[in-house]
């Protein structure tokens, strides 16, 4: 079987950490690099309940793809709930790797099986990621387009229904009969690309955490343009039809980040296999990890 130091170079080929945000620090967590690794387990979130149970399945690696520790820190005992990760994971040699804004950007990564899964064709970054050495366009999101288009509440029951069960659901903004057919997404925390979505045309946006504040001007703003254009006044040069857009589904953080290990659980077997010669076992740990444990509508 291989051992760590190889496994993780497999990974950071998957998915380079060249392309993580600079805040941000994934990688490998924690493990000894000469450790033997058979069983592999993933998960979104290293929670205690996800470290318990890859224990329990034996995993030799959890990977997962929100860090651990987003910021520096000081000591890892038993003072934290971190430090206590940290030491349950040491006692029973299994690693953990974690591929954030890296796996956000790469080739079929988080965005990238997200896209595909709600049926986009020819979908390309949002924010694309300058690399001379990849074969496919890389970066942070994705903008494509549906076969044909479909009513707003449709594509939004669409994403529904592919997403993992949650108890907050899917959220939508917008005109629920209007057509849309560009669509523009990013897995996670999305309202700071508002801009690069205006940009890329986009009749609706899937994301995740999206406020209050921001939706609400984004799309009163998007209303007075359209307003404007059927009164025949173009700002900031534009002209054309009087749509409102782009409209909004807000997804839960968790679940729309997890269609990443649609991918991964086929991914990365086989290229620590073309890597190494050896095999590994991997499989996903189906734990919801979504903080609300209940929506009340009354």
């Known amino acids: ?20 945000e600079s805040w941000d620090e994934p990688g490998l967590i ?10 592999i387990c993933c998960a979104v979130d290293p929670t205690s309940a996800v470290v318990d149970e890859a224990i329990e399945r034996g995993a030799d690696l959890l990977i997962c ?11 890892v005992s038993g003072l934290g709930f ?16 974690v591929g954030h804004t890296n796996a956000d950007s790469a080739y079929r990564g988080v965005a990238w099986a997200a896209a595909d899964l ?29 076969p044909e288009p479909m009513p707003l509440i449709d594509f939004a029951r669409r994403v529904g229904r592919v997403l993992p069960h949650t108890e907050l659901g899917v959220q939508v903004c917008g005109d629920l009969g209007a057509p849309v057919r560009r669509v523009a997404l990013l897995p996670g925390s999305g ?21 209050h504040h921001p939706v609400t001007d984004a799309i009163e703003q998007a209303k007075y343009e359209a307003r404007m254009r059927a ?20 997804t839960p953080h ?45």
């Open 1 to 20: 079987m291989p051992n760590l130091k190889r496994v993780v170079d497999t990974l950071e080929r998957l998915y380079p950490l060249r392309y993580a």
């Open 30 to 39: 924690v493990g000894a690099l000469d450790a033997p690794v058979s069983r």
């Open 65 to 75: 793809h929100h860090p651990l520790f987003f910021r520096s820190v000081h000591q």
């Open 82 to 97: 971190r430090g206590d990760i940290v030491n349950r994971l040491a006692e029973h040699r299994c690693a953990l790797w």
């Open 118 to 146: 709600f049926g986009l064709l020819d979908h390309h970054p949002l924010e694309p990621i300058a690399d001379p050495a990849a074969e496919h366009e890389v970066g942070l999101g994705r903008v494509g387009e549906l």
């Open 191 to 211: 309202d700071s690309m508002f801009d690069q979505v205006r940009a890329a045309g986009a009749d609706v946006y899937v994301t995740s955490d999206l406020r």
């Open 231 to 250: 009164a025949g006044i173009a700002l900031g040069g534009e002209s054309g039809e009087a749509v409102v857009r782009p409209a909004f589904i807000n």
């Open 254 to 298: 968790s679940a729309i980040e997890s269609l990443w290990f649609r991918y991964a659980v086929e991914d990365i077997p086989a290229a620590v296999l073309a890597d190494t010669g050896e095999t590994v076992s991997i499989e996903r740990i189906e734990r919801n990890t979504d903080p609300w444990t209940v929506s009340i509508h009354e």
